[in-house]
């Protein structure tokens, strides 16, 4: 058990108004909010939100459609569903020549790894301007400081991933990590309530993937698997590139990868928190 206090300054706590969760549709996220509507005392929330990239593979947002009809009609708990763009088929213009730009994603290079744009446009910032709009807020101002808590579904065996807000109006909280749950924990609960196991959540193409996750992918969901095959065969000379792109960390193409040696994390190195939970 790791107190709030711990991690966030008691005024700030104190200045909460609001508690909105990040939903992912992956595991972690589904136990936090059920969590919440069961343990309101402690963890309540008022609303989440999902910010759909438009890369999440078919079973994620079936899982979305499924989990939100369920806190609903349960709890009157509303999950509203946000979108900037559609990632995938922006990026596909991209490489078409249709556009001029495009939200980065984090692609291995020959030498090294791209820097990330995708999570703060498609995921961060589309969540930030529902919530502000939501709530009226504005210009800097005493009254709205830290008045909004968003609770992130990350558990304690992720415990690296946990990040400070560095905005003026909100906090980020962990209740997962507060109580102690590890991954598995949030499974048992949304089995205990009867519900169907999440499925891991992240993009189809995403580069952060590990070993585990791809034959995860491979093993049971083969249509998507052919997707993000073909998605990397696309990628190969991205634009503006003297070096070939990969979505694998080996630099390989996706389809000749060896899985036999596999690592055990969800994601290699996903941080903020708004993906794959």
Request: with cysteine; charged share 30%.
């Amino acid at each position: 058990m790791i107190k709030r206090e711990t991690y966030i300054n008691k005024e700030k706590i104190k200045s909460i108004k609001y508690n909105i969760g990040l939903y992912g549709a992956g595991t972690q996220s589904t136990g936090m909010i059920l969590m919440a509507l069961t343990e309101k005392k402690e963890c309540g929330l008022d609303y989440a939100i999902f910010s759909d990239v438009g890369a999440e593979p078919d079973h994620v947002l079936e899982y979305k459609e499924y989990f939100a009809e369920y806190v609903f009609n349960e709890f009157g708990f509303k999950i509203y569903t946000v979108q900037y763009k559609n990632l995938d088929h922006e990026i596909r213009e991209y490489l078409k020549g249709n556009r001029k730009r495009v939200s980065q994603i984090p692609l291995f290079t020959e030498t090294g790894m791209l820097k990330r744009q995708c999570t703060q446009d498609y995921k961060i910032a589309v969540a930030d301007k529902f919530i502000k709009k939501e709530h009226g807020i504005k210009r800097k101002n005493s009254e709205q400081s830290n008045s909004i808590a968003l609770h992130m579904g990350i558990s304690i065996d992720e415990i690296q991933r946990l990040k400070y807000s560095t905005q003026w109006w909100k906090v980020l909280l962990y209740p997962l990590i507060e109580k102690g749950m590890r991954r598995n924990d949030t499974i048992q609960l949304v089995k205990k309530h009867g519900l169907k196991e999440p499925p891991r959540s992240a993009c189809y193409f995403c580069p952060f993937h590990s070993n585990y996750y791809w034959k995860y992918l491979y093993d049971n969901y083969p249509m998507e698997y052919e997707k993000a095959i073909e998605f990397d065969e696309l990628i190969r000379n991205y634009p503006n590139m003297n070096q070939k792109c990969y979505l694998h960390k080996s630099r390989k193409p996706l389809k000749n990868v060896d899985y036999t040696q596999s690592d055990f994390m969800d994601l290699i190195d996903e941080c903020h928190g708004y993906c794959g939970m």
